[in-house]
Structure formats: C-alpha cells, structure tokens
C-alpha cells in the first residue's frame, strides 16, 4: 500500500493510468487548482473499498482494507497545506464521521505542517501553538497515537503516523525520497484479506467435442 500528498495531479488532465502501475487500485483526492492533492495505491490482490463517505472539504482520502481474523483496517491519507483551523476542522469532521460508523481500526498518514508538536508530552510550543495543539486535541479524541519520531523534512518532523492501534506497528522508518522529503516506510503487524484469484480457462486444441482433432501431414 502506497499514501502520497502533495501529488500536484490534475484530475481533468491526468489519467490514473498514465501514471501508476496497473496492479494497484488507485484512490485519488485531487485538488482543483494548482499543487496539492492525496491519493492512497492498494495492491489489486488486496480487498479495499474507498470511503467517500468520509470524504469532507480538506485534502484527505480513505480506503477500508479487509483484514484477517480482526476490524477492517480503515486507512487514510492527509495534507494540511497550512497550519489553520479550516484545514483542522476538516479533518475533525471526516474523523467524527468515521467513528459514526463504527470505524475503529484506524491508520492515518500525511504531511500535517506541524513540526512543533512534542508527541512524548502531546504539548505544542511555537507562535501558532492554538492551531497545532488542536491536532493534539484530534489525536486524543479519537484515540491516535502518532507513531513516527523521525524528521522528515529539513530537520522537522511534519510527516507522521497515527494509529489507533499501536501494536500493530513493527516499524516506522525513513528513506531518501525524489524531493526534499523523505518517504516513510512504516511496517504493520496484520494479515490483509487477499482476493480469490478466478480460475484460468486452458483450453486444448487437441480435441473437440470428445473426439480427437486430425492432425494435418
């Protein structure tokens, strides 16, 4: 499963599959204008459902993944391109309709501008420290724990991992990315519900209808 932010994908423009590997589904939340945008890649051979349900007005995306012996895992993706309170309010609004319907597993990943969250002490410092103690205030509410501790851009820790399940956490990692960002590569303790595969039809040519086919000399 591949979450991305910041895509910068024209939805009018750009195709899906000119773009991702054709064995993933692909979920997108473009932006209209310019820059922006999430999208959530799930491999075809997993079972995921999109969420547009929960889908409000900031830049977010849910699937429902099927999982094993446990709750479906709902998994989102998030980009706050300011720190503000619209961009807050949304994410509270998509968060409160998914536990409306019952969606308690959750993981929820993104690039959420914040980089003056002390998460040991969930306490915010910083001139705008209203804004970012709301999303402390979020975390709680709903029972996320954030996950990764590891600067991801320029020093700052702005891309994190929220779960409402820590166990299910192996790891959360960084690696060099293509832009000044890096990717997080966060590895989960869970059995995905993988698709039947249809059954293959072969056919043999050496016989119709019960009878066997000459053979030309």
């Known amino acids: 499963m591949v979450k991305r932010n910041k895509t910068r994908i024209k939805s009018d423009a750009i195709m899906s599959s000119e773009i991702f590997p054709t064995n993933y589904n692909v979920y997108r939340n473009d932006r209209r204008t310019l ?4 999208f ?3 491999k075809k051979c997993i079972t995921s459902v999109e969420q547009t349900s929960l889908i409000t007005d900031g830049e977010i995306e849910w699937e429902k993944i099927k ?3 446990n709750k479906d895992l709902l998994v989102g993706s998030f ?3 300011h720190r503000d309170q619209k961009h807050l309010n949304e994410l509270q609004k998509s968060l409160e309709k998914a536990w409306t319907n019952g969606n308690t597993n959750v993981i929820l990943t993104g690039d959420f ?3 003056d969250i002390i998460w040991d002490t969930a306490t915010a410092l ?3 420290r209203e804004i970012q103690q709301g999303l402390v205030d979020i975390a709680e509410t709903y029972n996320l724990t954030q996950m990764h501790t590891i600067p991801t851009h320029e020093g700052n820790l702005l891309d994190l991992v ?3 399940n820590p166990t ?3 790891s959360s990692n960084n690696v060099p990315g293509i832009s000044d960002y890096d990717i997080i590569i966060t590895d989960l303790e869970t059995k995905v519900h993988h698709q039947k595969s249809l059954p293959r039809k072969c056919y043999i040519y050496k016989k119709q209808n019960g009878t066997k086919t000459l053979k030309t000399p």
């Open 35 to 38: 820059g922006g945008g999430v």
């Open 40 to 42: 959530v890649l799930v």
């Open 67 to 69: 999982i094993k012996n």
């Open 79 to 81: 980009y706050m391109p």
């Open 113 to 115: 501008n914040c980089p």
């Open 126 to 128: 910083g001139p705008d």
């Open 162 to 164: 929220f779960v409402t």
């Open 168 to 170: 299910l956490v192996k």
